[in-house]
């Protein structure tokens, strides 16, 4: 990915976060991965981190999920 990315929307539609770039829905996420994303958008650059859900799937990326001991 070359620059800064940018065109990504998100909204919330009932229980689940809906991802568009460029006006084409790219990605839903449902529940815990909604409220995870919703938590992630609000602190951190939400064009970076739908861009990286995008590309990757719907898992958002290991580093912003919450630490799971094992």
């Known amino acids: 990915m070359k620059g800064r990315p940018s065109g990504y929307e998100w909204t919330v539609r009932g229980k689940e976060v809906v ?3 460029h006006g084409v829905v790219g990605a839903v996420l449902r ?17 970076l981190l739908m861009a990286r859900i995008m590309t990757r799937g719907t898992t958002p990326p290991r580093s912003s999920r919450a630490s799971v001991s094992r």
């Open 31 to 47: 529940g815990a991965t909604a409220h995870q994303f919703v938590r992630d958008a609000e602190h951190g650059d939400q064009q």
């Open 19 to 21: 991802i568009t770039h």
